[in-house]
């Protein structure tokens, strides 16, 4: 298992914040959904992007588009203005915020964590308050049948 380390910290010591999300506001997070195996996350793989969510509503929709057979990963789109002046067209990174690709071969003991987590929350999936499930609505190509879905 990787080391966990907890640290107290200046909460001054950041300088810029991405302000809460609304419509064309606030963080975009990338979804990724993977048709997984018994025992491995290795499969097809379907990507969304979700915008004008916070990151309990994005984790709530790809729990119910994943159900009890697919795997999802959830990661922070970020957009490096710097390194995308400096390499055009490589500006976009992600930060792993639950999981990481599921088409990624574990290096370390970090990463094979990550890799059996994500296969265990089919069945034990992240219990969000009603409160801050994905508003009804919203896009849900894995349930309403407008996405070709592994059987």
Do not use: C, K
């Not at 809460?20 to 997984?36: A, D, E, I, K, Q």
């Not at 490589?90 to 987590?117: C, F, I, K, P, Y």
């Amino acid at each position: 298992m990787a080391e966990i380390e907890i640290e107290g910290v200046d909460e001054r010591d950041s300088s810029w914040e991405v302000g809460p999300p609304g419509p064309g506001v606030g963080p975009r997070f990338r979804v990724y959904l993977h048709s997984s195996g018994a025992a491995s996350t290795h499969g097809a793989t379907w990507a969304y992007d979700v915008t004008g969510a916070d990151v309990l509503q994005v984790i709530d929709w790809a729990q119910r588009q994943a159900g009890d057979r697919l795997t999802y990963a959830v990661a922070l789109v970020y957009d490096d203005r710097e390194r995308e002046r400096l390499e055009p067209g490589h500006g976009r990174g992600l930060v792993w915020l639950v999981g990481m690709d599921g088409n990624t071969t574990a290096l370390d003991a970090g990463e094979a964590s990550a890799l059996h987590r994500m296969l265990h929350r089919r069945t034990q999936p992240v219990g969000i308050p009603s409160g801050d499930t994905m508003p009804h609505g919203v896009p849900d190509p894995f349930n309403d049948g407008t996405s070709q879905r592994p059987r």
